[in-house]
Protein backbone atom coordinates (compact mmCIF):
# COMPACT_ATOMS: atom_id res chain seq x y z
CA UNK A 1 0.00 0.00 0.00
CA UNK A 2 2.80 2.45 0.50
CA UNK A 3 4.08 2.31 -2.53
CA UNK A 4 0.75 2.68 -4.01
CA UNK A 5 -0.30 5.85 -2.34
CA UNK A 6 3.45 7.07 -3.29
CA UNK A 7 2.43 6.55 -6.65
CA UNK A 8 -1.13 7.68 -6.81
CA UNK A 9 -2.00 10.37 -4.16
CA UNK A 10 -0.11 12.82 -5.72
CA UNK A 11 -2.72 12.33 -8.99
CA UNK A 12 -5.84 13.29 -7.44
CA UNK A 13 -7.82 10.31 -8.39
CA UNK A 14 -7.07 7.34 -10.76
CA UNK A 15 -8.77 4.63 -12.49
CA UNK A 16 -8.36 0.89 -12.55
CA UNK A 17 -6.88 1.08 -16.22
CA UNK A 18 -4.04 3.13 -14.55
CA UNK A 19 -3.29 0.65 -12.00
CA UNK A 20 -3.20 -1.99 -13.99
CA UNK A 21 -0.61 0.04 -16.48
CA UNK A 22 1.32 0.54 -13.54
CA UNK A 23 1.40 -2.71 -12.07
CA UNK A 24 -0.02 -5.60 -14.67
CA UNK A 25 -0.45 -8.46 -11.85
CA UNK A 26 -2.45 -6.17 -9.56
CA UNK A 27 -5.14 -7.69 -7.55
CA UNK A 28 -8.67 -5.72 -8.06
CA UNK A 29 -9.61 -7.24 -4.81
CA UNK A 30 -7.84 -4.97 -3.02
CA UNK A 31 -9.59 -2.09 -4.13
CA UNK A 32 -13.04 -3.52 -1.90
CA UNK A 33 -10.65 -4.42 0.57
CA UNK A 34 -8.53 -0.64 0.64
CA UNK A 35 -12.58 0.59 0.83
CA UNK A 36 -13.66 -0.80 3.59
CA UNK A 37 -10.89 -0.43 5.58
CA UNK A 38 -11.67 3.67 4.21
CA UNK A 39 -8.11 4.18 2.80
CA UNK A 40 -9.13 4.62 -0.91
CA UNK A 41 -12.94 6.74 -1.91
CA UNK A 42 -14.74 5.61 -4.49
CA UNK A 43 -15.49 8.84 -6.46
CA UNK A 44 -18.08 6.45 -9.00
CA UNK A 45 -17.59 3.12 -10.45
CA UNK A 46 -13.85 2.38 -11.39
CA UNK A 47 -12.71 5.67 -10.48
CA UNK A 48 -10.85 6.31 -7.10
CA UNK A 49 -9.22 8.61 -4.26
CA UNK A 50 -7.71 9.05 -0.85
CA UNK A 51 -9.83 10.40 1.55
CA UNK A 52 -7.11 12.95 2.41
CA UNK A 53 -8.70 14.94 -0.36
CA UNK A 54 -11.64 15.40 1.94
CA UNK A 55 -9.82 17.85 3.49
CA UNK A 56 -8.45 19.87 0.45
CA UNK A 57 -9.72 22.96 -0.96
CA UNK A 58 -11.26 22.59 -3.90
CA UNK A 59 -11.00 18.87 -4.34
CA UNK A 60 -14.83 18.57 -4.45
CA UNK A 61 -14.56 20.92 -8.06
CA UNK A 62 -11.72 19.51 -9.48
CA UNK A 63 -13.25 15.67 -9.50
CA UNK A 64 -17.01 17.48 -10.77
CA UNK A 65 -14.53 17.17 -14.13
CA UNK A 66 -13.37 14.15 -13.77
CA UNK A 67 -16.37 11.72 -12.99
CA UNK A 68 -18.23 12.44 -16.37
CA UNK A 69 -16.00 14.13 -19.38
CA UNK A 70 -16.27 15.84 -21.28
CA UNK A 71 -17.69 18.42 -18.21
CA UNK A 72 -17.21 21.87 -17.01
CA UNK A 73 -18.85 23.28 -14.03
CA UNK A 74 -21.83 25.70 -14.39
CA UNK A 75 -25.36 26.79 -12.95
CA UNK A 76 -26.21 27.40 -9.67
CA UNK A 77 -22.19 26.16 -8.55
CA UNK A 78 -20.67 28.45 -11.00
CA UNK A 79 -22.76 31.17 -10.21
CA UNK A 80 -22.03 30.14 -6.37
CA UNK A 81 -18.01 30.41 -6.67
CA UNK A 82 -18.21 33.62 -7.90
CA UNK A 83 -20.05 35.08 -5.38
CA UNK A 84 -23.24 35.85 -7.60
CA UNK A 85 -26.03 33.84 -5.76
CA UNK A 86 -26.62 33.84 -1.79
CA UNK A 87 -27.25 30.33 -1.54
CA UNK A 88 -25.36 27.39 -0.39
CA UNK A 89 -25.33 24.74 -3.17
CA UNK A 90 -26.21 21.82 -2.20
CA UNK A 91 -25.12 19.66 -5.38
CA UNK A 92 -22.01 20.13 -8.08
CA UNK A 93 -23.19 21.05 -10.79
CA UNK A 94 -21.56 20.62 -14.44
CA UNK A 95 -22.79 20.22 -17.97
CA UNK A 96 -21.91 17.76 -20.72
CA UNK A 97 -22.17 17.13 -24.34
CA UNK A 98 -23.00 13.21 -23.05
CA UNK A 99 -26.77 12.23 -21.44
CA UNK A 100 -27.89 13.67 -18.07
CA UNK A 101 -26.34 11.94 -14.78
CA UNK A 102 -25.88 12.03 -11.41
CA UNK A 103 -23.49 10.64 -9.35
CA UNK A 104 -23.04 10.53 -5.33
CA UNK A 105 -19.96 9.75 -2.76
CA UNK A 106 -18.22 11.54 0.40
CA UNK A 107 -17.42 14.72 -1.66
CA UNK A 108 -20.81 15.23 -2.76
CA UNK A 109 -23.88 14.79 -4.78
CA UNK A 110 -22.93 15.43 -8.96
CA UNK A 111 -25.63 16.50 -11.50
CA UNK A 112 -24.83 16.98 -15.27
CA UNK A 113 -27.28 18.58 -17.38
CA UNK A 114 -27.01 17.32 -20.93
CA UNK A 115 -26.03 20.45 -23.29
CA UNK A 116 -25.32 19.80 -27.68
CA UNK A 117 -21.91 20.52 -28.56
CA UNK A 118 -22.97 24.19 -29.93
CA UNK A 119 -23.13 25.39 -26.12
CA UNK A 120 -19.75 23.36 -25.07
CA UNK A 121 -17.71 26.23 -24.83
CA UNK A 122 -17.36 29.74 -22.65
CA UNK A 123 -15.30 27.76 -20.07
CA UNK A 124 -11.96 28.64 -18.25
CA UNK A 125 -9.51 26.54 -16.17
CA UNK A 126 -9.40 27.91 -12.51
CA UNK A 127 -6.44 27.03 -10.43
CA UNK A 128 -7.88 25.50 -7.18
CA UNK A 129 -6.77 26.15 -3.48
CA UNK A 130 -4.45 24.27 -1.43
CA UNK A 131 -1.09 22.25 -1.87
CA UNK A 132 -2.49 20.38 -4.65
CA UNK A 133 -2.06 22.37 -8.18
CA UNK A 134 -5.54 21.07 -9.02
CA UNK A 135 -6.65 23.18 -12.39
CA UNK A 136 -10.44 23.61 -13.14
CA UNK A 137 -12.31 23.48 -15.81
CA UNK A 138 -14.96 26.34 -14.77
CA UNK A 139 -17.62 28.64 -16.73
CA UNK A 140 -17.17 31.80 -17.10
CA UNK A 141 -19.53 33.71 -14.92
CA UNK A 142 -21.35 35.19 -18.01
CA UNK A 143 -21.53 31.73 -19.38
CA UNK A 144 -23.05 30.23 -16.11
CA UNK A 145 -25.96 32.81 -16.30
CA UNK A 146 -26.47 31.77 -20.25
CA UNK A 147 -26.72 27.97 -19.55
CA UNK A 148 -29.07 28.83 -16.73
CA UNK A 149 -31.07 30.23 -18.79
CA UNK A 150 -30.74 27.91 -21.23
CA UNK A 151 -31.47 24.80 -19.20
CA UNK A 152 -34.04 26.29 -16.57
CA UNK A 153 -36.87 27.78 -19.59
CA UNK A 154 -39.24 28.50 -16.95
CA UNK A 155 -37.31 31.76 -15.82
CA UNK A 156 -39.35 33.26 -18.56
CA UNK A 157 -40.22 37.07 -16.83
CA UNK A 158 -38.61 40.15 -15.13
CA UNK A 159 -39.79 38.78 -12.15
CA UNK A 160 -38.47 35.44 -12.61
CA UNK A 161 -35.22 36.55 -13.37
CA UNK A 162 -35.19 38.87 -10.09
CA UNK A 163 -35.90 35.88 -7.94
CA UNK A 164 -32.49 34.48 -9.18
CA UNK A 165 -31.35 36.99 -6.65
CA UNK A 166 -27.92 37.59 -8.54
CA UNK A 167 -25.73 39.99 -6.88
CA UNK A 168 -26.49 43.79 -8.34
CA UNK A 169 -23.18 44.94 -7.41
CA UNK A 170 -21.51 41.94 -9.42
CA UNK A 171 -23.70 42.23 -12.67
CA UNK A 172 -23.11 45.73 -12.59
CA UNK A 173 -19.10 45.44 -12.13
CA UNK A 174 -18.16 42.11 -13.22
CA UNK A 175 -20.39 40.85 -15.78
CA UNK A 176 -19.02 41.56 -19.27
CA UNK A 177 -21.97 43.00 -21.24
CA UNK A 178 -20.01 42.24 -24.98
CA UNK A 179 -18.87 38.62 -23.68
CA UNK A 180 -22.30 37.61 -22.69
CA UNK A 181 -23.84 39.34 -26.04
CA UNK A 182 -20.78 37.68 -28.02
CA UNK A 183 -22.09 34.11 -26.46
CA UNK A 184 -25.39 34.72 -27.12
CA UNK A 185 -24.76 35.31 -31.17
CA UNK A 186 -22.76 32.53 -31.28
CA UNK A 187 -25.40 29.89 -30.22
CA UNK A 188 -28.13 31.45 -32.82
CA UNK A 189 -31.16 31.28 -30.74
CA UNK A 190 -33.99 33.69 -30.84
CA UNK A 191 -35.43 32.43 -27.48
CA UNK A 192 -32.56 32.33 -25.50
CA UNK A 193 -31.80 35.59 -27.07
CA UNK A 194 -34.87 36.89 -25.81
CA UNK A 195 -34.38 35.35 -21.62
CA UNK A 196 -30.95 36.88 -21.54
CA UNK A 197 -31.80 40.75 -22.54
CA UNK A 198 -34.65 40.35 -20.03
CA UNK A 199 -32.49 39.29 -17.46
CA UNK A 200 -30.05 42.28 -18.45
CA UNK A 201 -33.53 45.10 -18.15
CA UNK A 202 -34.45 42.78 -15.00
CA UNK A 203 -30.68 43.78 -13.47
CA UNK A 204 -30.36 47.78 -15.44
CA UNK A 205 -27.65 45.96 -17.70
CA UNK A 206 -28.95 47.36 -20.99
Request: proline share 5%; hydrophobic share 35%.
Amino acid sequence: MQKFRKTFLPMGCFTGEQVRLWKPDFCRDNFARWITAGEILRLKQNLYTFPEYLQIPDSALYFANQIYRPSYISLHTALHFYGMIPEEVVQFTSVSTLKTASFQNAFGSYTYHHISSDYMFGYELKKGEGQVPFVIQMATPEKAIIDLLHLYPEYSTTEDMLNLRLDEDYMESEIDQQKMLDYVNRIHSPTLTKRVNLLREAYDLL
